[in-house]
């Protein structure tokens, strides 16, 4: 038998590659970032963090000491183009600077977002001041959100939740109910609605709730693919998940 070696070609070029940090027990994200980005010129990577129950604002810091490490086993040694972390409380118990810090430790020069940054950066571009929410998190949680917005300059004036302490019970929420419920919040003195948690399935209602409500309607995970399109330069136009994605 003769063997022949032969040499490889290797790609030119790659897609925008983006880096997905996941709570171990969110049922729902990666659904959300591919029913958005399928299809399309990116390749999207996760890896799952190690979660700690109940909610609480030290547990949330705690599982954020792993990032690094995490980060580092996507696509080992090799670019990201940006790298989401996918956890609302647990980026603003944990501090922006830190989960971007830590993530630049294990992939260099790398773009971050997260969905409470992302937020943010969507409300400042819809030049929304004006916000009802609504989130799954127990008091504890909830009183750190308010502060978060308030520190940002954003009014609240409604704020209604479920008080959930479990990430995985989150995530079991009845999409049906979550509408309803949904639907039924008084909005009429605020620009938007936002919905907070990366494990509610809110993404692909937000256009019928936007019809319902007549108002704007963001989502943790709708904003965090937003913006992660937006630190890649992805210029195609998004529709059908809210009015978000026309600016």
């Given at each position: 038998m003769k063997l022949k070696k032969i040499e490889p070609r290797y790609k030119e070029k790659n897609n925008p590659r983006v880096g997905l940090i996941t709570l171990a027990t969110d049922f729902n994200i990666e659904k959300d970032f591919n029913e958005i980005i399928d299809h399309k010129k990116i390749d999207l990577y996760c890896n799952r963090i190690h979660s700690y129950n109940p909610l609480t604002n030290e547990n949330l810091k705690k599982m954020a000491n792993d990032i690094t490490n995490v980060a580092a086993d996507i696509l080992p040694n090799q670019k990201l183009?940006?790298?989401a972390y996918g956890c609302t409380s647990g980026t603003i118990a944990a501090g922006y600077k830190s989960i971007h810090d830590k993530v630049n430790i294990a992939k260099p020069n790398t773009k971050v977002t997260t969905p409470i940054t992302s937020n943010i950066n969507a409300l400042n571009v819809l030049k929304i001041k004006k916000l009802s929410?609504?989130?799954?998190?127990t008091n504890e949680i909830n009183r750190s959100?308010?502060?978060f917005f308030n520190k940002e300059g954003i009014e609240i004036s409604e704020f209604a939740f479920f008080d959930i302490a479990s990430?995985?019970?989150?995530g079991k929420v009845n999409p049906d109910y979550l509408f309803e419920i949904?639907?039924?919040?008084d909005v009429s003195k605020n620009d938007a609605l936002f919905v907070s948690c990366t494990a509610l399935p809110v993404l692909t209602m937000i256009k019928d709730l936007e019809k319902?409500?007549?108002?704007?309607?963001?989502?943790s995970n709708q904003t965090l693919i937003w913006d992660t399109l937006k630190q890649i330069n992805y210029k195609n136009n998004i529709k059908d998940f809210g009015e978000l994605f026309n600016n």
């Open positions: 183009d940006c790298v929410i609504f989130t799954p998190y959100v308010i502060n990430d995985l019970d989150i949904l639907c039924k919040l319902k409500l007549g108002k704007i309607v963001l989502s």
